[in-house]
C-alpha cells in the first residue's frame, strides 16, 4: 500500500516546479514513510549464533564423549576433544556472524547527505531525510541518494553498475522507456538510489526512499534469504547419526555379553564405553576442518579467497556455473575489433590494455601506412577524444620505465573517461598514433561535447601552421547524413544513396556482431572561426570503428574444461541479448539449439514453465535481481548444485541464494563479497574452474580418510565384539583402544588430506545432490576392510594365547597387529580404484613420515619399560613377530584380491 501511496505523492514536488516541497510537508511525509534508511531486520544476538554451534548432533555425541573420557581418567582424550569442539564453534561463529555485516556494507551505499531545494531554497540534508516528492539537485561524482524521476537532465550520466552489473554508464534522459522497457537500465528518465553521477547535471523529483527503492527491495530479498546446509554437512551430518547409533548398539551388545558370561560388571561397562569413545570417529569433524582449511591455503594462491570452509568442497560438485559476462568472462575492457574504411574491413588484434597487436585484412597482416582512411579513421577517433590513458599502475616507475613506456608496445595501458574513448585511443596506439604522437601533429582549439539529442562530438584542430580541421564522431546514422562526401581508397567522392546504403549494411552487420559502432568523419574549415552550428555540416565520411568487451583468452580454456568435467556454464547478464550471444557463442557457452531468454520474458514465466526451459537455455540477457534470484532457485528445485557468480549488488540476493557464492574481488561491491562463499581475487572465470578441481580433490581426500577412519574402527568394534562371543578374555584393553585410536586418527589421516589429484579429476561428472557419502562402493570397500582388520587382529590373539597362554602377550601382539594393519590400510585408501600395489606411495610426503612416527610411537609402547607399565604390553619374540606380519600382511593381500575380482 505504501507503494502505491507514494507513487501518487511523488508527483508534488514537480508540480510545484522549483520551488520543492515546505518543510511542514517534508516533515509530515517523514512521519508517514519513515526515514529514507535500509532497514536491516532483528539482529540475530552473537550468544545465540555461538549457542547454535553446539546444537549439531555430532557435536553433542562428541560433548558427551568428553564426559565419559573424563569419567574414565583419559583427561588428554577429553581436552582434544574439547579442543575440537571449540575449534569448530569458532570457525562457525565466524561465518555466521560475518553474514550479518552484509546488511552493513549494503547501508554504506546509501549517499550521507542529499542536495535539495524545500521552500524554493537550495540546502543540503541528511539523506536518510528526504521523502517521496522532494526535489534533489545531481552533478557529476553525486551518490543518488533516493530513487528518482527526473524533471531536468543535462548531459546526464550514472554509473549503475551496481544495479545492472554493467560497466557502461547510462545516458539519462526525460524518455521514460528504452524500447524494450522493463529493465532497470532502460528506465533513462529514472535514477536510483546508490548509482553515482559521473556526467552532467540534473534535477529529479523523489520518487521512492528507504525499502521501496531498488536498493531497498534487494536489502528485502538478501534478507529473506535463509542459508542452507552444504552438501558435505548434510552428508557429515547423516553419517554422524548412522555412526553413533550403530556403534552405540554394538558397544551395547558387547557388554552385555561379557556381564552375562561372568565378566566383572565394572570391566565390562569399562570395555563399553572405551569402544564407544573409540567406536565415534571424534578426529571426523577437525580432520575435515583440517582438509578444508589446507584447500583454503592451496586455493589462495590461485586467486580465490575462501570465505567459507564448507564452500571449498561445495564447489566441487557444482554442476552449474551462473557467471556474470561483464569481468568474469570477458575482460571488462572495451577494445577495438573492427574498422570500416577505405572500402575495407580490418580487424584489429591484440587486446584493449596495450598497443601490441596490429590489423589483418581477412588473415593478411597490414600496414595502415597503406591504407590512409584506416589511419585518418583513427586518428579523428584519436583526437576527437577526451579519455586519458597512462601506464598502467602497476608498471615499472622511474626513468627506466619512462623509457620502457615509449620504446615498447607491451607496456600496459589504463584509462581514465568514457570507456569507448578509451578502447580507441588504445587502437590509435596499434598504429603508432599514440597521445603524445597526436598532440604533437595536432592542436585542438575548441570541441563540441557530446550531447544525447545530437549523438556526436566535434573538436576542432590545427595542423601545421594553416590547416584547420572539425573532427566529428558519433552515432552511424547521425553521422552519415551529415556527410556528403566519401575518402575512399582513391580519394574523395561523393557520398550517394547507394554508398550509404552499403555503409550502413556493413554497421548494422558489425551490430549483429555486438559490436559498439561509431562513425566517423571530418571537415577542413577556413579559418579558425568558423560558426560552430556549420561545423557538423558537410562532412566527409571517413569511417567506422567498431569495438566490443572481449572474452578473456584464459575463459574459453576454462569453459571447454567445464564440459568436460560434466559442468553447465550459464551467462547470466543486464547486456543486449545480441551481445550476450556473441559472447557465449565465442567462448563456447552457446552453441546451436541452446536457448537465449530475456528479462522479458522471464516476467511471463513462473518457475514451473522456466523449470521446463531452463536445462536447454545458455544465456540469460536483460536481467534484473529478482530474475537472477529465480533462475538460482529454479535450478537448485532441478537438483543442480548452483554456483553463481557476481559483482554489483544486483547480484547479491542471488550470490547468497545460490549453493555456492561467488564475488568478484576486484570490481565486487562490499554488498556481494559479504553475501559470497568465495571471493576470486582477479575476476576470472578460469579461477572458478581452478577452484572446482581444488574442491573436488578435497572432498575425494575427506571420502579417503572417512574410508580410513571407519574402517579402523569397525575393526576395532569387530576385535572386541567377537571375542567377547567366542567367550574370550578382553583382546585390547580400553587404554590400549584408546591408543590406537590416537596413533592412527592423527597424523597419517590428517597427511590423507595432502594427497595430490587424481589425473582423471576433471573428467568425471559432478556428484549428485543426493549423491550419499558412501556411493560408488565405498561402503563395501569399507566393511571389507573393517572386517579383515579384525579378524587379523582377532587371528594374532587367539593364536598367540593357543602358542604362550599368556594374555598380556597375546594382547600385545593383537595392539601392534591392530595398528600395523591400519597402517598399511591408510595407503591402500589413497585410490578407490587401485590396490596397494599398483598405487603410488611416495607421492604423498608427509603421509610416510606419519606413518614412520606412528609406527615408532607404537614400538615405543611395547619397548619403553615405563610405558609398558601404563599399557600392559610386553616385549614381543621373533614368533610372535610373524605372526603379526604374516596376518598384516594377508588383509592387504586378499582387500587387492576383492578389488581386483571387483571391478
Given amino acids: 500500500m505504501r507503494v502505491s501511496e507514494a507513487k501518487a505523492e511523488n508527483t508534488t514536488g514537480s508540480k510545484k516546479g522549483h520551488t520543492g516541497l515546505s518543510q511542514k510537508e517534508a516533515s509530515r511525509k517523514h512521519e508517514k514513510y519513515g526515514p529514507n534508511t535500509i532497514v536491516q531486520k532483528k539482529k540475530v544476538s552473537p550468544i545465540k549464533i555461538l549457542l547454535d554451534q553446539f546444537s549439531d548432533f555430532m557435536v553433542i555425541i562428541l560433548l558427551a564423549c568428553t564426559v565419559i573420557s573424563t569419567f574414565m581418567g583419559e583427561i588428554t582424550e577429553s581436552v582434544t576433544i574439547i579442543a575440537i569442539i571449540a575449534v569448530n564453534a569458532v570457525l562457525g561463529f565466524v561465518q555466521e556472524y560475518k553474514t ?91 535514477v536510483f538510489m546508490g548509482t553515482i553521477v559521473i556526467n552532467g547535471r540534473a534535477r529529479a523529483v523523489v520518487h521512492s526512499t528507504g525499502m521501496l527503492t531498488e536498493m531497498g527491495r534487494i536489502a528485502d530479498m538478501i534478507q529473506g534469504i535463509e542459508d542452507e546446509q552444504t552438501p558435505l554437512q548434510k552428508r557429515l551430518d547423516h553419517l554422524g547419526r548412522y555412526i553413533v547409533y550403530g556403534c552405540l548398539i554394538i558397544c551395547f551388545i558387547v557388554s552385555v555379553a561379557g556381564i552375562l558370561r561372568g565378566e566383572a560388571l565394572f570391566t565390562m561397562l569399562l570395555a563399553g564405553i572405551s569402544l564407544a569413545v573409540a567406536a565415534v570417529p571424534e578426529g571426523l569433524p577437525a580432520i575435515v576442518t583440517i582438509a578444508l582449511a589446507l584447500g583454503v591455503q592451496r586455493m589462495l594462491k590461485r586467486n580465490a ?125 596499434k598504429a603508432g598514433l599514440s597521445p603524445e604522437v597526436l598532440d604533437r601533429l595536432y592542436t585542438r582549439i575548441d570541441e563540441l561535447p557530446f550531447d544525447s539529442e545530437r549523438k556526436c562530438m566535434t573538436v576542432v584542430c590545427t595542423r601545421g601552421v594553416r590547416e584547420v580541421f572539425a573532427f566529428t564522431k558519433g552515432a552511424p546514422d547521425v553521422i552519415i547524413e551529415k556527410c556528403n562526401k566519401i575518402h575512399t581508397a582513391n580519394g574523395i567522392i561523393e557520398l550517394n544513396r547507394v554508398i550509404k546504403k552499403s555503409i550502413m549494411k556493413i554497421n548494422d552487420n558489425m551490430a549483429g556482431e555486438a559490436l559498439r559502432v561509431l562513425g566517423v568523419a571530418y571537415r577542413q574549415l577556413d579559418s579558425k572561426s568558423c560558426e560552430k552550428r556549420q561545423l557538423e555540416q558537410d562532412l566527409i565520411f571517413v569511417g567506422l570503428i567498431g569495438m566490443i568487451d572481449p572474452p578473456r583468452r584464459e575463459a574459453v580454456e576454462a569453459v571447454r574444461k567445464c564440459r568436460m568435467a560434466g ?223 579384525g579378524l587379523s587382529t582377532l587371528a594374532v590373539f587367539t593364536s598367540v594365547m593357543h602358542f604362550k597362554a599368556d594374555v598380556d602377550t597375546a594382547r600385545t601382539a593383537a595392539f601392534l597387529t591392530l595398528v600395523i594393519t591400519q597402517l598399511i590400510h591408510v595407503f591402500e585408501c589413497k585410490s578407490e580404484k587401485k590396490t596397494i600395489f599398483e598405487i603410488p606411495v611416495f607421492n604423498n610426503i608427509p603421509l610416510v613420515i606419519s606413518v614412520v612416527i606412528s609406527l615408532a610411537m607404537i614400538l615405543g609402547v611395547i619397548y619403553i619399560p615405563a610405558l609398558q607399565g601404563i599399557f600392559n604390553t610386553v616385549p614381543l619374540e621373533a614368533g610372535e613377530w610373524l605372526m603379526v606380519a604374516g596376518f598384516s600382511l594377508l588383509a592387504p593381500i586378499a582387500s587387492g584380491f576383492f578389488s581386483i575380482n571387483g571391478k
Fill in 567 to 789: 559442468i553447465k556454464p550459464v551467462m547470466i547478464t543486464g547486456d543486449h541479448k545480441v551481445t550476450a550471444t556473441a559472447i557465449a557463442k565465442e567462448i563456447d557457452i552457446y552453441s546451436e539449439g541452446d536457448r537465449v531468454i530475456t528479462g522479458d520474458e522471464l516476467d511471463r514465466m513462473d518457475d514451473e514453465m522456466l523449470a521446463r526451459v531452463a536445462d536447454d537455455t545458455a544465456v540469460y540477457a536483460r536481467v534484473s535481481p529478482k530474475h537472477k534470484l529465480m533462475i538460482v532457485r529454479v535450478l537448485k528445485k532441478l537438483g543442480h548444485i548452483v554456483a553463481m557468480t557476481g559483482d554489483g549488488v544486483n547480484d547479491a540476493p542471488a550470490v547468497k541464494e545460490a549453493d555456492i557464492g561467488v564475488a568478484m574481488g576486484v570490481t565486487g561491491t562490499d554488498v556481494t563479497k559479504e553475501a559470497s562463499s568465495i571471493i576470486l581475487m582477479d575476476d576470472n572465470f578460469a579461477t572458478i574452474v581452478a577452484a572446482i578441481e581444488e574442491g573436488r580433490v578435497i572432498y575425494n581426500n575427506i571420502r579417503k580418510f572417512i574410508r580410513y577412519m571407519l574402517a579402523c574402527n569397525i575393526g576395532e568394534v569387530l576385535t572386541m565384539f567377537l571375542g567377547m562371543l567366542m567367550g574370550l578374555p578382553l583382546p585390547l584393553l580400553p587404554i590400549q583402544i584408546l591408543w590406537v585410536n590416537l596413533v592412527t586418527d592423527g597424523l597419517p589421516a590428517i597427511a590423507l588430506g595432502l594427497d595430490p589429484p587424481e589425473r582423471d579429476i576433471m573428467m568425471r561428472p559432478p556428484r549428485g545432490s543426493k549423491e550419499n557419502i558412501f556411493a560408488h562402493g565405498l561402503l563395501s570397500l569399507i566393511l571389507f576392510r573393517g572386517i579383515l582388520i
Fill in 100 to 190: 550479518e555485516r552484509t546488511m552493513e556494507a549494503l547501508k554504506s551505499l546509501a549517499a550521507p547527505a542529499a542536495r535539495v531545494i524545500r521552500d524554493g531554497i537550495l540546502c543540503s540534508i541528511p539523506a536518510e531525510q528526504l521523502v517521496p516528492g522532494d526535489l534533489t539537485v545531481l552533478e557529476a561524482g553525486d551518490r543518488v541518494p533516493a530513487d528518482a524521476i527526473l524533471i531536468e537532465a543535462n548531459n546526464l550520466q550514472v554509473d549503475e553498475s551496481l544495479l545492472t552489473g554493467e560497466s557502461h554508464p547510462v545516458e539519462k534522459s526525460l524518455q521514460e522507456y528504452g524500447k524494450e522497457g522493463g529493465s532497470t537500465d532502460k528506465k533513462l528518465n529514472k
Fill in 305 to 429: 579467497l575462501i570465505r567459507k570452509l564448507p564452500a571449498v568442497e561445495t564447489l566441487g560438485c557444482a554442476s552449474v556455473i551462473c557467471s556474470d559476462k561483464t569481468g568474469t568472462l570477458t575482460e571488462n575492457k572495451m577494445t577495438v575489433r573492427k574498422i570500416y574504411a577505405g572500402e575495407s574491413i580490418l580487424n584489429v588484434t591484440g587486446d584493449g590494455h596495450s598497443f601490441e597487436g596490429g590489423f589483418a585484412i581477412g588473415n593478411k597482416e597490414v600496414r595502415l601506412q597503406k591504407l590512409y582512411p584506416a589511419k585518418l579513421a583513427l586518428e579523428i577517433g584519436g583526437i576527437c577524444n577526451n579519455a586519458k590513458i597512462s601506464p598502467a599502475s602497476d608498471q615499472d616507475k622511474g626513468a627506466l620505465g619512462k623509457i620502457k613506456s615509449v620504446l615498447t608496445k607491451h607496456q600496459r595501458w589504463e584509462g581514465s573517461g568514457d570507456p569507448t574513448e578509451t578502447a580507441i585511443a588504445i587502437a590509435a596506439g
